[in-house]
Each structure stands twice: as structure tokens, then as C-alpha cells.
């Protein structure tokens, strides 16, 4: 069972605005920044965001993503098909050692 | 063009030891900030951090593998290396390497390898 919490799985129609939340605690998400990965079955993790709610060159704008304390979201709007895939947060925990931590994942699936 | 690429053996057998190489371009690991990271995804499960290791040669593990990893750099041939002691079915997963954003801390992995399937068995 992983440390941050997410639903495991989520769905929407296109067009649709879906979330997906990200609870953790206060050594990791309540301490540090929460990144966001997008996987594509058989295929690497892609950076979605990173820094709380920053967008990598080329990601679009209908993604976006925030943090509240010890929780965070991301979310997708305007879906579309090519969105269903693997989400997973991450963040690193402060206790001693420090460690990464990464989500369980969200099968987000388009409907 | 920061690229990274995964290499090693594809089957080991239990007990064994395995070591995999992260062979980049596009960035140094003597330039201050830089980092790469090892995460691994066992099939059909989620992504799970590993270890990390910096320019300066700071590095992490995680804690319930520290007894079994260790990683290491070669600057001059723009290599990590993680080994991964006493191999079992469970370790049976996609390892990949990732270049750290490092200004956005040690989970900003904004560069990916294509990663390497490593099975454990007999």
C-alpha cells in the first residue's frame, strides 16, 4: 500500500473535466513539491507536472494541477481519448532517510 | 538533448546479483544540480522510487531495499550503475533511469529511459 493515496481508478466522457486527488502527509506532499506522471501502457512515465502545478514545454494547458496542505489534485479537462492512461503523483518524504515516494496510480479511462 | 538508456541482463536468477547501467547524453554529472534516479515497476503495478545519485555524489536508497542497492557514477563515461543484491521473483519488474529536474527537487524526473525488463527466475 503505497504512502500517497490515490483512487485507483477513474473515468469520464470527452470533453468532460475529471480529478485526480493525492493524499499523503506532512513529511511528504505537506513538506515538499508533488509532481505528476502520465504513463501510456508499455511506455515510460511522462513529467505531466512538476513543482506543485508547473507544465513542462509541451504538455497542454487543459492539464493542471494543484496542492492544498497535505493533499493534492490534478486535472484534465476538455478530455479526450488520448488522455486514458496511468496517472501517479509523487513527492519526497522528509523523514530520516529521506525517500521517494510515488502514488499508487489512477487508470483514468475515457469513455 | 538529454537522453537516457538502460542496459543489463534480461533474465537472472534468484540469489544473483544484478547490475544495470544508465548510459546519458545531453548533461554531465559534474555540473552542480544534476541527478539521476532509478525507479522500477514490477508488471501491472505502480512505479516505485529506488535510489538517486547526485554530482557532488550524494546519493539515496530506499529504505526497505538500502541493504541490497548501491549506486554509483562514471563521469567519463556518463554512466550510473545501480546493483541490486540477492535477487528474488518479487525484484522481477521495469527498471528505468530518469534525469532529476533537480531544482524542483529529487521527484522531478523530467527525462526518462525507455527503461529494461528484468525477469527473476530459474
Known amino acids: 500500500q503505497s504512502v500517497l493515496t490515490q483512487p485507483p481508478s477513474a473515468s469520464g466522457t470527452p470533453g468532460q473535466r475529471v480529478t485526480i486527488s493525492c493524499s499523503g502527509s506532512?513529511?511528504?506532499?505537506?513538506?515538499?513539491?508533488v509532481n505528476w506522471y502520465q504513463q501510456i501502457p508499455g511506455t515510460a512515465p511522462k513529467l505531466l507536472i512538476y513543482?506543485?502545478?508547473q507544465r513542462p514545454s509541451g504538455v497542454p494547458g487543459r492539464f493542471s494541477a494543484s496542492k492544498s496542505g497535505t493533499s493534492a489534485s490534478l486535472a484534465i479537462s476538455g478530455l479526450q481519448s488520448e488522455d486514458e492512461a496511468d496517472y501517479y503523483c509523487?513527492?519526497?518524504?522528509?523523514?530520516?532517510?529521506?525517500?521517494?515516494?510515488f502514488g499508487g496510480g489512477t487508470k483514468l479511462t475515457v469513455l | 538533448q538529454i537522453t537516457l538508456k538502460e542496459s543489463g541482463p534480461t533474465l537472472v536468477k534468484p540469489t544473483q546479483t544484478l547490475t544495470l547501467t544508465c548510459t546519458f547524453s545531453?548533461?554531465?554529472?559534474?555540473?552542480?544540480?544534476?541527478?539521476v534516479g532509478w525507479i522500477r515497476q514490477p508488471p501491472g503495478k505502480a512505479l516505485e522510487w529506488l535510489s538517486l545519485?547526485?554530482?557532488?555524489?550524494?546519493?539515496g536508497y530506499s529504505p526497505s531495499l538500502k541493504s541490497r542497492l548501491t549506486i554509483t557514477k562514471d563521469t567519463a563515461k556518463n554512466q550510473v550503475v545501480l546493483t541490486m543484491t540477492n535477487m528474488g521473483p518479487v525484484d522481477t519488474a521495469t527498471y528505468y533511469c530518469?534525469?532529476?529536474?533537480?531544482?524542483?527537487?529529487?521527484?522531478?524526473?523530467?527525462?526518462w529511459g525507455q527503461g529494461t525488463m528484468v525477469t527473476v527466475s530459474s
Open positions: 506532512s513529511s511528504n506532499i505537506g513538506t515538499n513539491t
Open positions: 513543482n506543485n502545478n
Open positions: 545531453g548533461f554531465s554529472l559534474t555540473t552542480g544540480g544534476v541527478g
Open positions: 530518469a534525469h532529476i529536474l533537480n531544482i524542483y527537487g529529487p521527484m522531478a524526473f523530467d527525462i
Open positions: 509523487a513527492s519526497w518524504d522528509a523523514g530520516l532517510p529521506g525517500r521517494g515516494l
Open positions: 545519485i547526485y554530482w557532488d555524489d550524494d546519493k
